[in-house]
């Protein structure tokens, strides 16, 4: 679809992506299924696609993986995307196009823990120093932003605890002391939770927007994809580290997130709604000790939010009225009808599992003594869930 018609999110996710170059006539692109892909001419052959804009060789990306690159970069205002085969291969290469021996990193200490991970012990291992900062940081990070520091990444709502920082701020202050130094800095942004639908990095001055498209765009928990939506500036690259550690997204997955793209903004819409019906019973829930959502007006985070966002995802946390054992908590978990316990989230069906403080967390930690619990709102009746829970909390409060 030509980027000249100003149209609404809901309509770009039916229609992008689906150019005739692509589908040949079908609504949903057939999966090409394809490592090899023949030239007719000598001088095609060895026309190198620099710009990997056309269907040269089944790593580099497919008719399927260009037009979910294409449709995603539409709705985020991105450049160009890059479709990869899981969303912590989505953050590998776009973090580690950036980094080398002595770079300095800045990580929030609400990072999704193997995303931590990587930072700290497989990019470590080659010389790259992670430091990790408050979830809630904002103008002090100019204190730690050294002449190495090569790259700030950031996730808001923070994983488990759903920080949010003044992200506005952060960019700006992070800006400005990069070129008080006269250094450039990549600011990386996970925004799985609200993204692409309510809230737009890109539009924001950050650099990279990282999406788990295993969740949402998926939207069925039946593929691993990731989408890394990339400025002007950046995706060259990003496209090359994928390209030089082999990282790409299969055609038959490009085409389950295609499919799963054309009816995400309902999905979320509904799994919004009814995450913000669950969020305000869970609080009136003498068992319940603190909602962890920053659309509630009572979330700490929760004018961060307003800034920013245009919805939420259906992702929560809840801390509990005190330490509860794995037995006691087994007697709530194991016998819940509806919600089931499991990685990942985003899909149709509800999960909830016990989560903790990520490894190197340091701030803010007093908060978290009690047991905490994750829970994902799927697309079940509402009532039906409460009432799910309801049953769950007296098996807790009676063992």
Same mark, same amino acid.
């Given at each position: ?20 170059? $692509? ?14 892909? +023949? ?15 056309? $269907? ?45 021996? @002595? ?5 929030? #200490?609400?990072?999704? #823990? ?33 002449? #190495? ?49 309510? $809230? ?138 509806? $919600? ?10 509800? +999960? ?25 709102? @799927? ?16 098996? +807790?409060?009676?063992?």
């Amino acid at each position: 679809m030509s980027k000249k018609k100003k149209i609404k999110p809901n309509t770009s996710l039916v229609h992008a992506g689906r150019d005739k170059k $692509f589908a040949n006539g079908a609504v949903n692109i057939p999966p090409y299924r394809s490592s090899t892909v +023949l030239f007719d001419t000598l001088e095609e052959y060895k026309g190198w696609d620099h710009d990997y804009k056309t $269907f040269r060789y089944g790593r580099l990306g497919s008719p399927n993986s260009l037009a979910l690159e294409e449709a995603y970069s539409e709705l985020t205002g991105a450049y160009r995307s890059i479709a990869t085969n899981s969303g912590m291969s989505a953050i590998n290469i776009a973090v580690s196009a950036f980094l080398e021996q @002595g770079s300095h990193v800045l990580v929030t #200490e609400g990072a999704y #823990e193997p995303a931590a991970e990587l930072f700290k012990k497989h990019l470590g291992s080659f010389g790259v120093e992670t430091e990790f900062i408050s979830p809630l940081i904002g103008k002090e990070i100019s204190e730690l932003i050294k002449a #190495e520091t090569k790259l700030v990444y950031l996730e808001a709502p923070s994983s488990n605890t759903f920080e949010i920082p003044d992200i506005n701020l952060l960019v700006q202050t992070i800006r400005d002391k990069s070129q008080a130094l006269g250094t450039e800095i990549i600011i990386v942004f996970d925004n799985t939770w609200a993204g692409p639908l309510y $809230f737009k990095p890109i539009e924001q001055g950050i650099d990279i927007e990282i999406q788990a498209a295993t969740k949402y765009v998926v939207g069925h928990s039946d593929a691993m994809l990731g989408l890394v939506a990339c400025t002007e500036k950046t995706y060259q690259a990003v496209k090359n580290s994928a390209r030089n550690q082999g990282i790409s997204a299969g055609p038959d997955t490009c085409y389950l997130g295609l499919r799963g793209l054309r009816t995400m903004a309902l999905r979320m819409n509904a799994q919004y709604d009814s995450a913000m019906e669950v969020a305000n019973w869970l609080e009136r829930q003498n068992i319940v000790e603190e909602v962890l959502y920053p659309p509630l007006k009572s979330s700490h985070s929760h004018e961060n939010w307003e800034k920013n966002f245009t919805g939420g995802g259906s992702l929560m946390s809840i801390v509990l009225n005190k330490q509860y054992s794995d037995q006691e908590l087994a007697s709530m978990l194991d016998h819940m009808e509806l $919600f089931a316990m499991g990685y990942s989230w985003g899909g149709f069906e509800s +999960l909830i599992t016990p989560c903790q403080l990520q490894k190197d967390r340091i701030s803010d930690i007093d908060r978290f003594n009690n047991t905490f619990l994750r829970l994902h709102i @799927g697309l079940e009746d509402v009532s039906d869930l409460i009432n799910d829970l309801d049953s769950g909390f007296n098996r +807790l409060k009676n063992k």
